[in-house]
Nanobody, 114 residues
Framework: QGQLVESGGGLVQPGGSLRLSCVAS????????SGWYRQAPGKPRELVAE??????TTYGESVKGRFTISRDSAYELNLQMTSLNPEDTAVYYC?????????WGQGTQVTVSS
């Protein structure tokens, strides 16, 4: 059974940057369609960014041009976030999917506030 662990969340001022990391254990993350989702209080979970096994990326409309998803190794997925604004405040989840198998991390809180 694979496990995903996120880190890098925290409190940042508007306009600031954060880098989230997701480390996989017991699975080779690069063999999975991997991504980041987020959920703000009272809102549905939404796609932030996704990367296929071939490196094709997809971004949510609200983060295009500000966030960048990347694989730093076969076991690590990162999300570089810039120009953060209060609407980016949410719990961010790392995901990995292949066929009907679907893994989710426990989430990391990102709060954008002055």
């Amino acid at each position: 059974q694979g496990q995903l662990v996120e880190s890098g969340g925290g409190l940042v001022q508007p306009g600031g940057s954060l880098r989230l990391s997701c480390v996989a254990s017991r699975i080779i993350l690069s063999l999975y369609r991997s991504g980041w989702y987020r959920q703000a209080p009272g809102k549905p979970r939404e796609l932030v960014a996704e990367i296929t096994t071939r490196g094709t990326t997809t971004y949510g409309e609200s983060v295009k041009g500000r966030f960048t998803i990347s694989r730093d190794s076969a076991y690590e997925l990162n999300l570089q976030m810039t120009s953060l604004n209060p609407e980016d405040t949410a719990v961010y989840y790392c995901t990995a999917r292949i066929g009907t198998v679907d893994y989710w991390g426990q989430g990391t809180q990102v709060t954008v506030s002055s």
